[in-house]
T-cell receptor, first 112, second 113 residues
């Protein structure tokens, strides 16, 4: 049974560019949440997708957007990258409103 | 604003020592509480969780945590640590019905042989 998978593992982008990160949830899960973990910090909630809709959102600008596909996989898009967007981006999946979430290994984004 | 505070950023201790990591949250309603661990180079893994019932919960690898509602605390403990417990530990709280986690800043634990 595959857990949560994310791609790519690492990514280097230049300031001003756009990036797309991908996540496949654990088998049987239909809810995907995205988090940003800056160095030395705890993960910060970006948004959550359920039934292909953004269900709730954290305090992140509109440059951060997402999508959920019919197979429950999800993408996180970040436009107009800033140096401060450099972080580990984590995807977590869960079943419906079940509180327990399973995390993927993350995508390390470096903005130069 | 709701927040989660972890008291120590770095803890260094010897094998066989006891470990206690503090976690406090600021929210007056019903909460679901979690401790996650991140071993070097690995993803976040669930150590234990508290939803309701017995406030003393046991997790994997000999860890336990106690929920004290009056103190808004959920401290993590392990009686005797091993070198393999070297990791970063995160306390997390869910305060709504949708499962939005609020994490503490994490505590880096280093266990020396």
């Amino acid at each position: 049974d595959a857990g949560v998978t994310q791609s790519p593992t690492h990514l280097i982008k230049t300031r001003g560019q756009q990036v797309t990160l991908r996540c496949s949830p654990k088998s049987g899960h239909d809810t995907v949440s995205w988090y940003q973990q800056a160095l030395g910090q705890g993960p910060q909630f970006i948004f959550q997708y359920y039934e292909e809709e953004e269900r709730q959102r954290g305090n992140f600008p509109d440059r951060f957007s997402g999508h959920q596909f019919p197979n429950y996989s999800s993408e996180l898009n970040v436009n107009a990258l800033l140096l401060g967007d450099s972080a580990l981006y984590l995807c977590a999946s869960s079943q419906g409103t079940a509180p327990e979430q399973y995390f993927g290994p993350g995508t390390r984004l470096t903005v130069t | 604003a709701q927040s989660v505070s972890q008291h120590n950023h770095h803890v260094i201790l010897s094998e066989a020592a006891s470990l206690e990591l503090g976690c406090n949250y600021s929210y007056g309603g019903t909460v679901n509480l979690f401790w996650y661990v991140q071993y070097p180079g690995q993803h976040l893994q669930l150590l234990l969780k508290y939803f309701s019932g017995d406030p003393l919960v046991k997790g994997i690898k000999g860890f336990e945590a106690e929920f004290i509602k009056s103190k808004f605390s959920f401290n993590l403990r392990k009686p005797s640590v091993q070198w393999s417990d070297t990791a970063e530990y995160f306390c997390a709280v869910i305060t709504d019905s949708w499962g939005k986690f609020q994490f503490g800043a994490g505590t880096q634990v280093v266990v020396t042989p």
